[in-house]
C-alpha cells in the first residue's frame, strides 16, 4: 500500500514537471519585461519637431550654423554602421569654419534622473575621415541648487559641480550609432565638486544637470560639419 501511493506520487511530480518548467519560464519572461519596461531609453532630443529653441531648448557657443535636413534615403549605406539602419525623418546639421580649431558647440539644460541608465547614445553622420571631433561634456549637480556656475576666473570650468567628457573622432564615413558608456567618461576638473558621477536626484540634487556638445576642425581654420539624428540616456545590454 505504501509503495502504490509512492509510485502515484511519483507519477504526480512527474507529470507536473513539464507544467513547473513551463511556469518557471514564465516567471522569468515577466521579470524580464518588467526590467526592461523599468529601464526605457530617455530621449534627449531626435530633431523631429525641427526647433532648437524648444522641447528641448538648446543653447549655441560661439557661432555654429545650425539647419535641419530631411534624412531621406541612407547615403554611403554601405559605410554606415547602425542599428537595422534606423533614422528618424529629421536631422540636426552644425557646420561652420573654426577660429585657432574650435568652432563652438550647442547645450542644454537636462536636470533630469540619469541613475538608471549607463550610456550616452548618439547618432551621428560623418564624411571625412579626417574632419574633426566632438567632445561631448555631462553635468552633474553637486552643490544641489540645480543649476551650473561658471568659475569666476575661468568661466569654461565649473566652480562647484563636476564635469565629465568624452571625445568622439569624426574619421568615418556615414552614419553611425556610437553607444558611450558612462564609465567612459573622464573627470574635467578635480578639484571641483566631488570628483563622483552621480547623475541621480537625491537630496535636493538636479542630477544630470545639463550637457554640451563642443566642435573642433583639424586644422586652426578649417570648415566643419556633422549631422546628429538623436540623442538617448539608455541602459546598456548585460
Request: charged share 20%.
Amino acid at each position: 500500500m505504501i509503495n502504490t501511493h509512492s509510485q502515484a506520487i511519483n507519477r504526480t511530480l512527474s507529470n507536473s514537471k513539464p507544467l513547473l518548467f513551463l511556469f518557471i519560464c514564465f516567471f522569468c519572461f515577466l521579470s524580464l519585461l518588467t526590467t526592461i519596461q523599468a529601464t526605457p531609453s530617455y530621449v534627449i532630443d531626435n530633431f523631429e519637431n525641427k526647433d532648437y529653441l524648444r522641447n528641448p531648448e538648446w543653447w549655441t557657443l560661439g557661432s555654429p550654423n545650425l539647419i535641419f535636413e530631411e534624412n531621406g534615403v541612407l547615403e554611403n549605406e554601405e559605410n554606415s554602421i547602425l542599428d537595422n539602419y534606423i533614422l528618424g525623418k529629421t536631422s540636426l546639421s552644425i557646420s561652420g569654419t573654426a577660429d585657432l580649431w574650435y568652432l563652438g558647440g550647442i547645450g542644454t539644460f537636462l536636470a533630469t534622473n540619469a541613475s538608471k541608465y549607463d550610456a550616452l547614445e548618439i547618432k551621428l553622420k560623418a564624411i571625412n575621415k579626417k574632419h574633426g571631433r566632438i567632445k561631448i561634456e555631462l553635468y552633474d549637480d553637486d552643490n544641489n541648487n540645480w543649476k551650473i556656475e561658471p568659475s569666476k576666473q575661468m568661466p569654461s570650468k565649473t566652480q562647484y559641480d563636476d564635469k565629465f567628457f568624452y571625445y568622439i573622432n569624426l574619421d568615418w564615413d556615414g552614419w553611425r550609432t556610437l553607444t558611450i558608456p558612462f564609465t567612459d567618461f573622464l573627470d574635467e576638473n578635480k578639484h571641483i565638486g566631488d570628483n563622483e558621477w552621480n547623475p541621480s536626484q537625491v537630496q535636493g540634487s538636479g542630477g544630470l544637470i545639463q550637457m554640451q556638445l563642443l566642435l573642433f576642425s583639424n586644422t586652426k581654420h578649417g570648415t566643419f560639419e556633422t549631422w546628429i539624428d538623436s540623442i538617448k540616456l539608455v541602459h546598456l545590454k548585460k
